[in-house]
């Protein structure tokens, strides 16, 4: 039960360190984030979806859970595409994928072999679903519209992403 909590903590610190410096520029309006705040920020935590999602489909050892990972994978990629678009539109820049892949890379490789996995892997998306849920609302009343209707536009899917892990999350054993 020890290394599965160890597990869990370094999955979310993996997904959480990839963003971690990104909030020094917030707005200070505490309903809003800046479009480049949230370009930046947003992007760091597709970029850590989809890492932690390959990493699953690789050590996930349920259907459920591989065919989450997979989801994750895509999802967030296309997501990350437009994501691109917009801000090359917009002149800012999305989060560099080389260092926040190292970054994630680097603590997720420590913990490979620690508890369940599976249990990890969803727990940490559970939280991590929450975390961009509360960013892309906050970047829905965005003074930018571009910025806004992005953000929008993917409230819906972010929310089925929690929704299926949290089901799924539900069904595995704690152990």
């Keep these: 039960m020890h290394s599965l909590k160890r597990l869990s903590l ?5 997904t959480v360190l990839v963003s ?9 309006e505490q309903g809003q984030v800046s479009p480049r705040n949230f370009v930046e920020e947003a992007s760091a935590k597709g970029i850590a979806e989809i890492e932690t999602g390959r990493l699953a489909l690789e050590k996930g050892t349920t259907d459920d859970v591989r065919e989450f ?7 967030h990629t296309a997501a990350n595409d ?6 090359q539109q ?14 994630a890379k680097a603590l997720i490789l420590q913990l490979r072999g ?16 929450q975390q961009t849920i509360e960013l892309f609302e906050k970047a829905s009343n965005a003074e930018d519209a571009e910025v806004a209707a992005f953000a929008k536009e993917m409230l819906p899917r972010l929310e089925s992403h929690l929704k299926m892990a949290e089901q799924i999350n539900a069904q595995l054993p704690d152990k």
């Excluded at 437009?82 to 801000?87: D, G, N, T, W």
């Excluded at 917009?90 to 970054?103: G, N, P």
């Design 10 to 14: 370094g999955l979310l610190a993996a």
């Design 20 to 28: 971690a410096n990104l909030h020094a520029e917030g707005s200070a």
């Design 69 to 75: 990972a997979q989801t994750m994978v895509e999802d």
């Design 82 to 87: 437009k994501l691109r678009a917009l801000a």
């Design 90 to 103: 917009k002149d800012l820049e999305v989060a560099s994928d080389a260092e926040l892949i190292a970054q």
């Design 114 to 129: 620690e508890g369940s996995f599976d249990k990890a892997y969803m727990n940490n998306q559970v939280a991590a679903h």
